[in-house]
């Protein structure tokens, strides 16, 4: 195949990885986003980490256990480098969120500014399973305060 084709067939695996995660998270499935990632996989932000398949899923878990929230995680400006069997990646994160005071998310729901802003930046290995995400680091740019 030509380098060029794999390497736009490569980024575009990639980046439906990020689409999937945010999928995942935001109707109800978060705990599948383990599956996602390496079986040593990480997700990490500058307070705390997930490593591996388990702790991703379990931490992944309390979030699916949370139905007062409707949120929508938006990943723009994605850029993807595919080197081999390696990728790193870069994407903005801007992420809408409403807690509902009735303990059931509401539809739809109020909005106003972003929960917060921020940018993911990943690494992803191809397995025989195809392209999987061996390190996520979501890092926050702006934080909308809290109100309760």
């Given at each position: 195949m030509d380098i060029e084709l794999q390497r736009l067939i490569d980024e575009r695996a990639c980046e439906a990885l990020i689409t999937e995660y945010t999928h995942l998270v935001d109707f109800?499935?978060?705990?599948?986003?383990?599956?996602?990632?390496t079986?040593?996989?990480?997700?990490r932000t500058d307070e705390f980490a997930m490593n591996?398949?388990?702790e991703i899923r379990a931490g992944f878990e309390?979030?699916?256990g949370v139905t007062r929230r409707q949120s929508r995680h938006v990943c723009t400006n994605i850029a993807v480098t595919v080197d081999g069997?390696?990728?790193?990646?870069?994407c903005y994160l801007v992420n809408y969120r409403h807690d509902s005071e009735t303990g059931q998310a509401e539809k739809p729901a109020p909005?106003?500014?972003p929960k917060y802003v921020g940018?993911?930046?990943?690494?992803?290995?191809?397995t025989?399973?195809?392209w999987k995400f061996e390190d996520r680091y979501c890092a926050m740019t702006f934080v909308r305060p809290s109100t309760r």
């Open positions: 109800g499935n978060a705990p599948a986003i383990a599956d996602l990632f079986a040593e996989g990480v997700w591996g398949r388990d309390r979030r699916s069997d390696t990728a790193t990646g870069l909005a106003d500014v940018e993911y930046h990943d690494r992803f290995v191809r025989d399973a195809g």
